[in-house]
């Protein structure tokens, strides 16, 4: 599955659907704003005002609440994300080899999106997969047991 | 009426997605459709908790024989062979000393710890989508008991009784824990499973809800019972979305039985249970911060005093449990405490679920009583360090555990003689390094992960870890100096007393521990300008010895 981002879709409408499902109540303001993120690959400007307008709360703290979650992005991702666990588990068994060869491959820092829009690559903590560390995970793909060889391959895999 | 001859169980977790299982488990459904055997054998998926390497299981009942590693390419072998000839394939058993007993062990046996399987005893034994599957094994019957012949202070006084001690990684006593909760008149209250784990090397929980989500939900009934709440909220972190789907499966399953919803088993007391996704916080593991969080807000945590159970989900009394605690719970309400109190030691009974990660051969789950020594873990269950390297140093529970040196790996791993030795078992997770680990690198690694997951709310922990990464990385690089050593010392002390929450005080703890332990180490990095072990990026400089 790709995470890529969404720009054809109604962002109201999108909005609205999420707080129809869950309920216009702040308890459901980080579902709602995870299933904003998960249709629209990131959570647009406008989807702020939207939820803003219903929920009645202030953007400023729409927007506080937002950055603070790593799982919902504020700014536009790349068609592919991949996750790289920086934990210890992962690095005592090889995870700070792979992470030079996955920057190298990628030419990118964490956090950043490529120029053409493939990639953006962030850090992670454990995901519960350290019996087969190092892991990555892409998009919703996970892979374990990574060496640095494996790489080229692995990224192949998506366009 | 159709009569089902065989159950194949095949393992759905993560770890065995990543090996092939959707495609074992498609290449069964397929050999069994073709080969006419639909009528006679069911195929489904279980939570899977054996060691890794045997990773993906297929487990055959009524024989219950275990096939693991499975390629897809053995199915059509399998399903001639076992399923249609009646013939144990022999070879492709999983191999005798990677697999932990399925069945149920009595006691610790002579001088090797026998698995013990408390709250994973259904765990890759039952189809956990299924709920008859759980009620067959014995699941309710705890909640039946608790409801129609106990008190509610009845059922606090068996927790109590039975020592059980939590098991996210403070061990608190969980029957006091209740008590606060029920002695309190104001209503509503609630009762929270913390299920948002995120230390690094923890996954027991994440099996528990995979392989047997009913036990959890039981579980929260039975408390909410106890201590005078109607409502529970799951918090699951963000990416655990298996045990997400399997927790909603279960809760509906589980009101359709009338195991949730008003007037359970006739007892006229009413409870349901919400699920709640976080987003992405190792935070919101701490309870106050999770509270916030099922709130609609940062998961920053609150100042403690007042505690959650006089003021938690919106101000009101509020039991938070961790998943394993509350998986203990229908088994002592179901055989009572003197039955829990012959596992593990005598103020801290039971058993508790270990990951075993790093250097070792086998690393995976287990199960055992308390009170077994790290040298036990490493070689029994980790099947000794790889590559015949000798074992340095663990940690224990995730980051924000302990590091022991192989001075400690006698110690007996149970909540008061790890206090005594100043060691924290933390969640259980055991991240097991051999001699090509350097002190200074792993700690550098652990404090990138608390600078980073530091909610940012209070001073001393924002800046106290990331000052301290500074300095270490400066020490792994060629440029540490001696006064940095005393400037770390200084900020244990600050994120130990002055950290809000849990996590700026665990941030000091690897810190204390590589300076107490590995000193000498430590300040051949800054002295001599080398990595003794080879690691850090200085390392090309080698040390010579005339």
């Known amino acids: 599955m790709t995470i890529a981002v969404r720009e054809d879709l109604d962002v109201r409408a999108v909005v609205q659907a999420a707080v129809e499902r869950h309920g216009a109540t702040r308890e459901e303001l980080v579902a709602i704003l995870s299933d904003v993120n998960r249709e629209m690959g990131y959570i647009p400007a406008e989807a702020f005002e939207e939820v803003s307008r219903l929920l009645q709360i202030p953007k400023a703290q729409l927007f506080s609440v937002a950055s603070f979650y790593k799982m919902l992005a504020i700014e536009p991702r790349g068609r592919h994300v991949i996750q790289f666990c920086e934990s210890a588990p992962c690095h005592v068994v090889g995870g700070g080899e792979l992470w030079r060869a996955l920057r190298e491959e990628l030419g990118l820092e964490p956090g950043e999106t490529s120029a053409d829009g493939r990639w953006t690559l962030v850090t992670t903590s454990c995901i519960g997969l350290c019996g087969v560390g190092p892991v990555i995970v892409v998009d919703d793909d996970v892979y374990g047991n990574v060496t640095p060889e494996q790489l080229p391959e692995i990224l192949a895999r998506y366009e | ?546």
């Not at chain 2, 039975?162 to 209250?189: D, I, M, Q, S, Y």
């Not at chain 2, 679920?353 to 790093?358: A, D």
């Not at chain 2, 003689?417 to 350097?438: K, P, Q």
């Not at chain 2, 665990?506 to 002295?527: M, N």
Request: a negative charge; proline letters at 6%.
């Open chain 2, 1 to 546: 009426m159709k009569v089902i001859r065989s159950m194949v169980l095949v393992a759905s977790d993560p770890g065995s997605a990543d090996r092939d299982a959707q495609e074992v488990y498609r290449r069964l459904q397929e050999e069994i459709r073709s080969l006419g055997l639909v009528e006679e054998v069911v195929v489904t998926t279980m939570g899977c908790v054996t060691r890794q390497e045997a990773h993906p299981l297929v487990i055959i009942y009524p024989e219950a024989v275990a096939y693991g590693p499975v390629k897809p390419d053995d199915v059509p072998l399998l399903v001639e062979r076992h399923l249609r000839e009646g013939q144990i394939v022999t070879d492709r058993l999983v191999p005798k000393e990677l697999f932990g007993p399925i069945s149920w062990l009595s006691a610790r046996r002579g001088t090797l710890p026998a698995e013990q399987r408390v709250v994973l005893r259904r765990a890759g034994v039952i189809d956990p989508e299924d709920i008859e599957d759980y009620i067959i094994y014995g699941g309710y019957e705890a909640l039946g008991k608790a409801l129609t012949q106990m008190t509610p202070d009845e059922v606090v006084g068996e927790i109590s009784n039975a020592g059980l001690r939590g098991r996210g990684g403070a061990g608190f006593p969980t029957g006091l824990k209740w008590r606060f909760v029920a002695r309190e008149n104001r209503t509503p209250k609630y009762v929270i499973c913390n299920a948002d784990e995120s230390e690094p090397g923890t996954f027991k929980d994440r099996l528990i809800l995979e392989g047997d989500p009913h036990s959890v939900i039981e579980a929260m009934v039975i408390t909410g019972y106890a201590v005078g709440a109607s409502e529970g909220y799951i918090y699951v972190r963000g990416e655990y979305q298996l045990a997400q789907a399997r927790l909603r499966k279960a809760i509906a399953q589980a009101r359709e039985m009338g195991f949730l919803g008003e007037n359970i088993f006739g007892s006229g007391f009413d409870f349901d249970i919400h699920i709640h996704s976080g987003a992405g916080a190792y935070i919101c593991g701490e309870e106050t911060a999770l509270i916030e969080s099922i709130e609609g807000k940062r998961g920053e945590p609150r100042a403690r005093p007042p505690y959650p159970t006089t003021h938690g989900l919106w101000g009101q009394p509020t039991v938070v449990n961790n998943v394993e605690t509350l998986a203990n719970v229908p088994p002592i309400i179901q055989n009572g405490a003197d039955w829990y109190r012959q596992f593990g030691t005598p103020h801290s009974p039971g058993t508790k679920v270990y990951t075993i990660l790093g250097n070792v051969n086998v690393t995976g789950l287990i199960e055992v009583p308390m009170g077994i020594t790290l040298r036990e873990v490493i070689a029994i269950y980790g099947k000794g360090i790889r590559n015949g390297a000798t074992f340095k140093l663990a940690q224990t529970g995730g980051s924000s555990g302990s590091i022991i040196p192989a001075s400690l790996q006698d110690t007996p791993m149970d909540f008061d003689s790890y206090a005594r030795a100043e060691v924290s078992l933390g969640s259980g997770a055991l991240l097991i390094c051999d001699e090509n680990t350097c002190a200074v690198d792993l700690t550098r690694v652990l404090l990138n992960f608390f600078r980073k997951e530091s909610c940012g709310k209070c001073t001393p922990c924002r800046v106290g870890t990331e000052r301290a990464y500074r300095i270490l990385t400066d020490i792994a690089e060629g440029r540490g100096t001696l006064s940095g050593i005393e400037e770390l010392e200084m900020l244990i002390g600050g994120l130990r007393q002055l950290s809000n929450c849990g996590l700026g005080q665990a941030a000091a703890v690897p810190v204390r521990d590589i300076l107490r332990h590995f000193r000498a180490e430590v300040e051949a990095h800054i002295k001599l300008g080398v990595c003794p072990v080879g690691v850090c990026p200085m390392s090309e400089r080698q040390l010579v010895v005339a």
